[in-house]
């Protein structure tokens, strides 16, 4: 398996295998839980009737929705393991640690965009969007997981709390479900695929990236790869 | 011609008044047995057979002018040799008759209920018209002394279901129907329908799982007929929104729907300790086989019927407003970020445009 960083063509290898796998497996189940989700929460608008059609009905739906829940549980562990007990997933996670530079790299971002004043700030290889999405998805896909189970199981989660607490729980998992929608389709999707150099970025599956892209966008990651010099 | 015409017209008038004659005197001859409050009969199974016939009672209904073998055609001597056979009202109830009976397709509908097909199955316990209109006593259905009349129809109903019938008088519809007279109460033919009563197991049937809501919401999601009442009309609403609600919508019939923790006959209110939905029945009504085994009784901490949009919803309605705002605020933020970016980008290639321009001349 060829490391992260592996210069070839032009081109480095930003993302490993266990990367890419660990995406796609969690963008599929995710696209999934959202398309049949949403057949519930809107079942009386056209849209939300278009859905429940399209899955085959009311049982479907739900069947479909908890065997991605099953695939999405299955990657978290894969990811858990990845980030805890290899290498590489250690270090890609301590690159997402949020720090103080984020908070300095965002007002610097607003200056440039507002006024175009200034410059872009030294980008290293997860920028304070990539960490709000990281670490947003973290939190988002928990409550996810731990309201969906609740749910799921409803008869033994309500022999063990109130059933206005359920209630609760039902509109935690559909309100939060439209916020990671929200940052996923919108904002992740906008970035990779919109605001970055080309329609639809395909470096999510290959892993690779030309590297004169990115010693304009990630200087920092790119110095990293190239041991600070140019041209390699 | 005008003799034979004379003759044709006299003899037609003696041939009518010959025949009303003989039909009247029919009735009279009919009433020398018929009158006897005694008369009985005795079956093969010892069962006894009273044969009395009330005139007044007869003079009273809608067929007051009719004698007997208007419709116990089948009598033709006097005395009967035969038992009568069981009257059909089709004789005369049917679409364009001369006699003016009414018959609207309504009637029709009887020959798709389930009572008509267990007739036709020779049923001998299943329902004719008369059994439930009355025989020699069949008054306008608004008349109150008549069988069909609403008021009267529990009774109707229950001489052959007597187990629904004693459900349905205790329960809140059948007091307030027969023992305060309040006529919105509904009575059986409200909820299973008058002529085309169906099995709740016919999905064509308004007592059927998945059309039992649609049946209740008639009245109790009206304004003007429970809200009367001091009835919450929002129960349709909020059990429509619930995942209940939602599932059955969409042909769910393994999910509950109103009579499934209300009841059918014996729907009480909540207040009555016999009420399937008293706090103390929850677990029970929850926790049914196919339902939930094993509820306990935090099934009923907190209100079933729920709206997450109203203040009464307690802490429900304020963090389902706290993600309502929470959402707003993502998705507004975003979109400033998204546009900022986008401004800043067009800037870049207008500024790049200019650049190579300038490089060009």
């Given at each position: 398996m060829k490391k992260i960083g592996t210069i070839e063509n032009g081109r480095v290898l930003r993302f490993s295998l266990h990367m890419r796998i660990q995406h796609i497996v969690l963008m599929v189940s995710l696209i999934a839980l959202a398309v049949t989700g949403f057949a519930l929460k809107y079942n009386d608008s056209v849209l939300g009737r278009f859905l429940l059609t399209i899955e085959g009905g009311m049982t479907f739906r739900g069947m479909i929705h908890r065997f991605f829940a099953v695939i999405l549980v299955l990657d978290i562990i894969y990811h858990l393991w990845y980030t805890v007990f290899t290498d590489e997933g250690h270090r890609e996670l301590m690159l997402l640690k949020p720090s103080r530079k984020d908070v300095t790299e965002f007002f610097a971002v607003m200056r440039y965009t507002l006024t175009g004043r200034g410059s872009k700030p030294e980008f290293d290889k997860y920028t304070y969007r990539e960490k709000i999405q990281y670490w947003g998805v973290v939190v988002g896909v928990s409550i996810m997981v731990i309201t969906g189970f609740l749910l799921w199981f409803e008869t033994a989660s309500m022999t063990v709390m109130p059933k206005w607490i359920f209630d609760i729980t039902g509109i935690v998992h559909g309100a939060e479900g439209i916020i990671l929608f929200i940052i996923l389709f919108l904002w992740h999707a906008y970035n990779v695929h919109i605001g970055g150099k080309q329609f639809f970025n395909t470096s999510f599956i290959s892993g690779w990236e030309d590297?004169?892209?990115l010693k304009k966008e990630r200087p920092l990651e790119y110095k990293r790869y190239t041991g600070g010099g140019e041209g390699v | 011609m005008c003799k034979k015409q004379l003759i044709a017209l006299l003899s037609g008038i003696f041939l009518c008044v010959s025949v009303k004659a003989q039909a009247t005197i029919a009735v009279e001859k009919c009433m020398i047995c018929h009158g006897k409050p005694e008369l009985k009969r005795v079956d093969?199974?010892?069962?006894?057979?009273?044969?009395?016939?009330?005139?007044?009672?007869?003079?009273?209904?809608?067929?007051?002018?009719?004698?007997?073998?208007?419709?116990?055609?089948?009598?033709?001597?006097?005395?009967h040799t035969q038992k009568p056979k069981r009257v059909n009202c089709q004789r005369c109830h049917y679409k364009g008759n001369p006699q003016g009976a009414p018959q609207i397709d309504k009637y029709m509908e009887y020959e798709k209920s389930v009572h008509a097909q267990e007739v036709r199955k020779g049923n001998p316990k299943a329902p004719v018209c008369q059994d439930c209109h009355g025989n020699h006593d069949v008054r306008k259905t608004k008349d109150p002394l008549s069988h069909v009349f609403k008021n009267n129809v529990p009774?109707?109903?229950?001489?052959?279901?007597?187990?629904?019938?004693?459900q349905y008088r205790h329960s809140i519809h059948g007091t307030a129907l027969l023992d305060k007279g309040i006529m919105d109460a509904p009575s059986c033919t409200d909820c299973h329908g008058e002529h085309l009563i169906l099995r709740h197991t016919n999905p064509q049937s308004p007592t059927y799982a998945t059309r039992i809501v649609k049946t209740c919401a008639h009245c109790h999601e009206a304004v003007n007929i429970v809200g009367k009442y001091g009835i919450n009309v929002e129960q349709v609403e909020t059990y429509e929104r619930s995942f209940h609600g939602i599932a059955v919508k969409?042909?769910?019939?393994?999910?509950?729907n109103c009579a499934s923790c209300h009841?059918?006959?014996?729907?009480?209110?909540?207040?009555?300790?016999?009420?399937?939905?008293?706090?103390?029945?929850?677990?029970?009504?929850?926790?049914?086989?196919?339902?939930?085994p094993g509820a306990n009784i935090n099934f009923a901490r907190g209100k079933i019927h729920v709206n997450p949009e109203k203040k009464s919803a307690g802490i429900i309605y304020w963090i389902a407003l706290f993600?309502?705002?929470?959402?707003?605020?993502?998705?507004?933020?975003?979109?400033?970020?998204?546009?900022?970016?986008?401004?800043?980008?067009?800037?870049?290639?207008?500024?790049?445009?200019?650049?190579?321009?300038?490089?060009?001349e």
């Open positions: 590297l004169d892209y | 093969a199974a010892g069962k006894v057979h009273y044969l009395f016939v009330n005139l007044k009672v007869l003079k009273a209904s809608v067929h007051a002018k009719k004698v007997c073998t208007d419709c116990h055609a089948d009598v033709t001597v006097i005395p009774e109707t109903c229950g001489r052959c279901h007597m187990e629904e019938y004693a969409f042909g769910e019939k393994t999910v509950a009841g059918v006959h014996n729907i009480l209110p909540p207040e009555d300790p016999h009420s399937t939905v008293y706090i103390k029945n929850i677990p029970k009504t929850c926790g049914k086989p196919n339902c939930h993600f309502k705002i929470l959402t707003a605020s993502v998705l507004l933020g975003l979109i400033i970020h998204i546009a900022m970016d986008l401004y800043r980008r067009t800037q870049e290639y207008q500024q790049k445009k200019k650049e190579f321009k300038e490089m060009e």
